[in-house]
């Protein structure tokens, strides 16, 4: 385990319309360096937001900054238990007690944590192989008038906000896609789960858990984010897909 540092990237642009265009994907996610290791993230669901953008005018303007996505699935009772011989084998449950989190993470991935942009708390899990594959938590500070989830609208504008905003295949030269694939609320929080790909570039698949809670002082939006290039479908998929559906906050 260790510290992890920003690798400077290009800014993103401030936002100051509903769907504001976007930087390309690889702008949309920034490396974290852990030691000699590489890890890109999916930062464009936090991305510059804060308690003063987040006000209740700027509801829209705000869900245009959250990026993420999920998969959610259903379970019988022998899927149940097969589960929890897995989580014995190849999963640990990480718990977070300053922030008050906790989900699986596969027990050979590494983890590392820091601070974005010197505000939002970052904490990445990751295989040793892929610089791609990872899961990240990133903890940032709300307005008062913040209070829920629905406070940025129901959870079906929240994801169709979202992947519009992220959307550039429309343009000429073809941009970015952005496809929403599932969308549902359960349990106060968003579950969200689309893709993106750029011309001439592999698919990335992102899966998003997004909830919120307060710390005793102010409300706090929690962003949980696992993403795999489909190519490493079969290899990371259901891992990613596992700790995302995990996580709780306490």
Known sequence: MGMLGLVSSPPIPTIHNLCPPVQPLRRNFKNFKHGKKQVTCCFEIQNNLSSHELSRNGRRHAICQIAALFSAISSTVSAARAAETELQEDYELYKDETDKFSLLVPRDWIKGEGKADGQRSVTAFYPESSPVSNVSVIITGLSADY????????????????????????????????????????????????SLQKPGESKIRLLSVVGMAMNGWYNRLYTVTGQYLEDDADKYGSKIEKSISSFKIA
């Open 147 to 194: 209070t829920r989830m629905e406070s940025f609208g129901n959870v079906d504008a929240f994801a169709e906000t979202l992947v519009n905003s992220l959307d550039r295949s429309w343009k000429r030269p073809r941009g970015q896609a952005a496809k929403l694939l599932t969308a549902k609320s359960k349990n106060g929080m968003y579950y969200v789960e689309y």
